[in-house]
């Protein structure tokens, strides 16, 4: 039987879990780009019901949490209309966060999701979908073999993140 996905759009009654799992993702991946593992400077910035009730307000946003099978094993933010390089915010798409919990990955959540996401690009006539990556680990090489390519140098946006774990990559996609 194949695993079925689904992408839910997160309700108010859901900000725990969209919390609780996109924490636990993001320490599974990240913690190795704060002094001390301390990722505390992300979540808040992330996953508190203050974050989410203002993302919410942004009719740009759209939040999703990630379903395969009966657990929750993910979650998806997309910026709907983002104006990137030489692209409007009429023609780009930016995929702000897709975060997947370790004991879920190597089974086609990711593809799936980056899938999902290309179909929305593709229902509000988009040009291009953005993303950015960090330039070491599992990420990057997942998204060049899904048909990104770099287009510029980026950094993590927050001051105390370890200096050389700073570097990231804007990647397109076009639609």
């Known amino acids: 039987m194949e695993n079925s996905i689904q ?39 992330s996953f508190t019901k203050e974050v989410l009730l203002h993302e919410e307000k942004d009719e740009d946003t759209t939040l999703y949490l990630i379903k395969l099978n009966s657990d929750y ?9 983002k104006q990137l390089q030489d692209y409007s915010k009429v023609d780009a798409l930016y995929l702000d966060k897709i975060y997947i919990l370790n004991e879920f990955s190597g089974q086609g959540v990711g593809s799936k999701t980056l899938k999902f996401v290309e179909q929305i690009a593709t229902d509000h006539s988009k040009k291009a979908i953005f993303l950015e990556s960090m330039q070491k680990g599992l990420a990057l090489p997942f998204y060049l073999s899904h048909s990104f390519f770099i ?9 105390n993140v370890i200096e050389e774990e700073k570097p990231m990559y804007l990647l397109r996609k076009d639609v």
Do not use: C, M, R, S
């Not at 009654?13 to 593992?37: F, V």
């Not at 094993?73 to 209309?81: C, D, E, P, R, S």
């Not at 140098?153 to 927050?158: A, E, K, L, M």
């Open 151 to 159: 287009v510029a140098n980026t950094q993590v946006p927050f001051n």
């Open 73 to 81: 094993v993910g979650i998806l933010k997309v910026t709907l209309h």
């Open 7 to 45: 992408f839910l759009l997160l309700k108010p009654e859901d900000y725990n879990i969209y919390i609780e799992i996109g924490t636990k993702a993001y320490n599974q991946h990240y913690t190795h780009l704060w002094p001390d593992g301390d990722t505390t400077t992300y979540i808040k910035n």
